[in-house]
């Protein structure tokens, strides 16, 4: 048995028992938020870990991290330190960041590594496959039955996927291009393999993880929370943006502007279609990552839970390469409105928190037509808990009209490449 499998004797909980989402598996326009305990309780936090980061492909960094030679990643997923490199060919590797001697944490954080990745406590050495190629003293003191090869660094599974680096732990688990399904299609027009990271940021909001994805994900609140966001992402223009894949999504079409002009003061990239060029696409990755998708810019946050009621949040602005120099007055347009909303979400789940941890709440309504992408999330994480692993199908074209949103007047259909 290997570490990654390890990871999946979890005991048995009421969490794994069909009873326990019966009003998250209802239809839609029947279904009920989540409990409570989802978001505050501390055994419900360290099973998800588990039955859900463990097994997902959880995305850790962007592409462009690992250009430098010998450059690497350190992510912790589940509770599980990763290093993430390449080898001398260049190609993707993962491995669980311990030394097989005895357990020492081989790299501290994200460095760049010579040739042999040593541990710093009796100098074992393995290369960037990470096989163990040194030993000093080892085989000299009478160790009877010792193979090298029995002890290299245990491998996780990693994969580019468009511009995002995605690890997953379990050896179970479908292959990324699977279980981000049609998004390869979806995003092609975009060529997000070669956009780069910009910016930065990183910020610790008090509240579950759930809670900020659940907020990206719906735009019930746009109004009353975002007023200036209303203006160039209109309640009546978002429409649905779901196929079949583990992700939940929403578009924006057109994406409006107002006399500010935020988020059309850097030009688009080359080569969008019509669709594309006018929208704004808004995708939850499941689990942890959220993609704001626009024609002339993408923004990304990662989710890394801390604990039921605290979640470290990156959030990196991504340009296309058509566009290498933006002018810094253009991008800080941009990104001053993307921190002027952010700061509004992050007073509204803080305050969803502490209502769910001390208001005494039981479980809602959904509104299906603003808040469907979250009953399809809240069956992911249904999924993972109760062992199957379904992948949820999508809509069957994005021009028709879904819980009273009407017709998107310019539906995705596809991109030639």
Not at 30 to 49: G, N, S
Not at 117 to 135: E, M
Not at 159 to 179: H, M
Not at 272 to 278: E, G, K, R
Request: hydrophobic fraction near 35%; include cysteine.
């Amino acid at each position: 048995m290997t570490t990654t499998e390890t990871l999946h004797a979890v005991p048995e909980s009421r969490w794994t028992s069909d009873e326990a989402w019966v009003g998250t598996r209802r239809p839609v326009l029947e279904a009920h938020a989540l409990p409570a305990d989802c978001y505050v309780d501390e055994a419900f936090f360290a099973e998800e870990q588990d039955r859900v980061f463990a097994t997902s492909w959880v995305s850790v960094g962007f592409c462009n991290e690992l250009d430098a030679p010998g450059s690497a990643i350190v992510r912790t997923v589940a509770g599980r330190s990763v290093i993430i490199t390449r080898n001398a060919d260049g190609e993707l590797r993962a491995f669980l960041n311990a030394c097989r001697h005895r357990g020492t944490q081989l790299v501290d954080g994200d460095c760049i590594l010579g040739s042999v990745i040593h541990c710093p406590y009796h100098r074992w050495g393995y290369d960037r496959d990470g096989a163990l190629v040194a030993t000093p003293q080892f085989a000299d003191a009478g160790v009877d039955g010792f193979e090298p090869t029995d002890y290299g660094l245990h491998p996780v599974r990693v994969d580019a996927w468009q511009c995002l680096l995605v690890i997953c732990l379990s050896n179970e688990t479908v292959p990324a291009n699977k279980w981000f399904g049609d998004l390869d299609q979806r995003l092609a027009g975009y060529r997000l393999g070669k956009w780069r990271t910009h910016l930065t940021q990183n910020i610790e909001i008090e509240a579950n993880w759930k809670l900020i994805s659940e907020n990206f994900q719906e735009y019930y609140h746009l109004r009353w929370v975002h007023p200036e966001l209303s203006k160039v992402s209109r309640v009546q223009d978002h429409y649905r943006y779901q196929g079949a894949g583990m992700y939940c999504g929403q578009t924006t079409t057109p994406i409006s502007n107002d006399e500010r002009g935020d988020w059309s003061a850097m030009p688009p990239v080359e080569g969008l279609n019509h669709s594309d060029m006018a929208s704004g696409r808004f995708i939850a990755l499941f689990p942890n990552t959220l993609l704001s998708v626009l024609p002339n810019h993408v923004f990304v946050m990662h989710l890394d839970p801390v604990g039921p009621g605290l979640t470290r949040v990156t959030g990196t602005w991504l340009l296309p390469p058509s566009n290498p120099h933006v002018a810094d007055a253009d991008f800080v347009t941009t990104r001053d409105f993307w921190q002027d909303v952010n700061n509004e979400d992050i007073d509204i789940v803080e305050r969803g928190q502490r209502g769910l941890t001390s208001g005494g709440y039981t479980p809602g309504r959904l509104s299906p037509r603003f808040e469907e992408p979250l009953h399809r999330f809240h069956n992911m994480l249904a999924d993972r808990f109760t062992g199957s692993t379904r992948i949820p199908a999508g809509d069957e074209s994005d021009d028709q009209p879904l819980y009273g949103t009407g017709v998107n007047p310019l539906p995705w259909r596809g991109v030639d490449i």
